[in-house]
């Protein structure tokens, strides 16, 4: 086990210890962040705004035949509402606010507890990874078959579909940058590091 922990810490040393490789890191967090939330709360925004424009016009509609709801509210709010979910969850991994069950690990000893912890990110990290390579492959077939929006007749469908493989791919990154912190921690350390960071950061948000 320990000999695991040992071989899996070789690259993440060689960054750790690297003042230009942490300038890239500081860099893409900021980066990768600020898109994530920014994305997050413009489309929630934008599609709670949409939805209750809708919702106003056609109660006026009942008054004034001559107003009509937003013929493209439904499908762009629901794909605002969609963007907004997914770059959410994908920054959701940087506050790791995901439910997390730590139960069964904490009762393990140290270095055991921690080789679950990071095995669990591994396949975490390649499950979002296949799911960001699914998601360009579903935005390439729209491509390739020339795909319209339903309501929005001028606009390509793989625009709309374009967040399944940007936030899978934020996702996967934050989820590699938790694997390069856990593998730093003293293995006595690292569940109740875990668990506080879950707790502080579900009841204080950025």
């Given amino acids: 086990m320990k000999s695991f922990l040992l071989l899996l810490q070789k690259p993440?040393?060689?960054?750790h210890l690297s003042p230009s490789v942490n300038r890239v890191f500081r860099i893409l967090d900021s980066v990768i962040a600020g898109i994530n939330k920014n994305?997050?709360?413009?489309?929630?925004?934008?599609?709670?705004?949409?939805?209750?424009?809708?919702?106003?016009?056609?109660?006026l509609a009942t008054f004034f035949s001559d107003i009509h709801s937003l013929t493209w509210g439904e499908e762009v709010s629901t794909y605002c509402f969609i963007w907004s979910a997914?770059?959410?969850?994908?920054?959701?991994?940087?506050?790791?606010?995901?439910?997390?069950?730590?139960?069964?690990?904490?009762r393990?000893?140290?270095t055991l507890a921690k080789t679950c912890v990071i095995v669990s990110y591994i396949l975490s990290a390649c499950f979002l990874a296949f799911m960001a390579y699914a998601g360009y492959l579903v935005c390439e077939l729209n491509y390739e078959l020339g795909r319209y929006s339903e309501a929005l007749h001028n606009v390509p469908l793989w625009i709309f579909l374009v967040c399944l493989p940007a936030a899978f791919l934020g996702a996967t990154y934050r989820v590699i940058e938790k694997i390069y912190e856990?593998?730093?921690?003293?293995?006595?350390?690292v569940v109740k590091i875990t668990q506080?960071?879950?707790i502080h950061d579900s009841a204080i948000k950025e």
Avoid: C, Q
Avoid at 12 to 15: E, L, N
């Fill in 12 to 15: 993440f040393k060689w960054a």
């Fill in 39 to 59: 994305i997050a709360v413009f489309g929630l925004v934008a599609g709670v705004l949409i939805v209750a424009i809708n919702v106003f016009t056609r109660f």
């Fill in 86 to 106: 997914l770059f959410g969850a994908a920054y959701g991994f940087r506050k790791g606010v995901h439910i997390s069950v730590m139960i069964l690990v904490e």
């Fill in 108 to 110: 393990f000893p140290p």
């Fill in 182 to 189: 856990v593998s730093w921690m003293e293995a006595k350390d």
């Fill in 196 to 198: 506080e960071e879950i």
